[in-house]
Nanobody
Framework: QVRLVESGGGLVQAGGSLRLSCAAS????????MGWYRQVPGKQRTLVAS???????NYADSVKGRFTISRDNARNTVLLQMNSLKPEDTARYYC????????WGQGTQVTVSS
């Protein structure tokens, strides 16, 4: 069973940066396209960035040019570098496979003040 642990969130002013990290258990990590999702209360969780096993990336329009996703298969880690943060980026951020496993981590809260 996969276990996902997200970290790196916090409170930051608009225009600031944060770097999120996701540690995944399981030897199958390197075979899975991975993604970062975010969720605000009362709304669905949405995929904001994804990375294939070959390191091709894709981003939601709302974060394109500001966020960068990367992965380290040797360490079973997925990173999300977030720059030029906006108040509307405030959410709880989760990582999971692009076709999500049933098990989600606890997420990490990102709060951007104006």
């Amino acid at each position: 069973q996969v276990r996902l642990v997200e970290s790196g969130g916090g409170l930051v002013q608009a225009g600031g940066s944060l770097r999120l990290s996701c540690a995944a258990s399981g030897s199958f990590f390197s075979t899975k396209p991975m993604g970062w999702y975010r969720q605000v209360p009362g709304k669905q969780r949405t995929l904001v960035a994804s990375i294939t096993t070959g390191a091709s990336t894709n981003y939601a329009d709302s974060v394109k040019g500001r966020f960068t996703i990367s992965r380290d298969n040797a360490r079973n880690t997925v990173l999300l570098q977030m720059n030029s943060l906006k108040p509307e980026d405030t959410a709880r951020y989760y990582c999971n496979a692009v076709t999500p496993w049933d098990s989600w981590g606890q997420g990490t809260q990102v709060t951007v003040s104006s």
